[in-house]
């Protein structure tokens, strides 16, 4: 019962009713917010392939609002061979950002994760990468952006009166 109480309130939070007067609740909910959330990775060929493909698609159909990735962009494993590439490991953020900003008109953005920073054996040159390429938003991110002073990648937006 607890469950069915916890999935209610959560279905509750993102769904909204449309109603003048919030007092009144009323039968049919809509959707007030959609979005994409993805992360760790993808890291393999063919997961990357299929990130590629669900991103053209969700711009294709205009299905989400925004696309999140929640970080770890690399596998933490993978952290002493990121060190010992010739460039570093900053191949894999530049990927990264092709993937999901490369042909996407849907405003997007990556939040840090611990596999590209802390797992890594020189986490100050991970994290100038990750400043470099993952930091900002894609171009078509129009929402304003409000940025924690000394620490750049907290960050929050708001879109349709939600705090994200």
């Known amino acids: 019962m607890i469950k069915f109480l916890t999935l209610l309130t959560a279905c509750s939070i993102l769904y909204g009713a449309d109603y003048p007067d919030e007092t009144k609740l009323s039968n049919e909910l809509k959707p007030l917010l959609k979005f994409t959330v993805m992360g760790c990775g993808p890291y393999h060929p063919k997961v990357k392939k299929a990130m590629k493909q669900y991103v053209a ?14 970080g770890d962009v ?3 494993k993978d952290a002493k061979k990121m060190n010992e590439a010739a460039d ?25 994760g611990d596999n590209e920073t802390t797992d890594q054996i020189d986490s100050v040159r991970a994290f100038s990468f990750w400043q470099k390429h993952l930091l900002e ?3 078509a991110f129009a929402f304003k952006i409000n940025r924690q002073k000394n620490r750049p990648e907290n960050f929050s937006f708001v879109v349709d009166d939600v705090l994200i």
Not at 57 to 70: G, M, P, R, T
């Open 57 to 70: 698609l969700d711009n294709k159909e205009q299905s989400s609002q925004f696309i999140a990735h929640l």
């Open 74 to 76: 690399c596998p933490g």
């Open 137 to 139: 938003p894609n171009e």
């Open 88 to 112: 570093g490991g900053e191949s894999v953020f530049v990927e990264m950002r092709s993937l999901l900003y490369g042909n996407n008109t849907i405003p997007s953005f990556f939040l840090i």
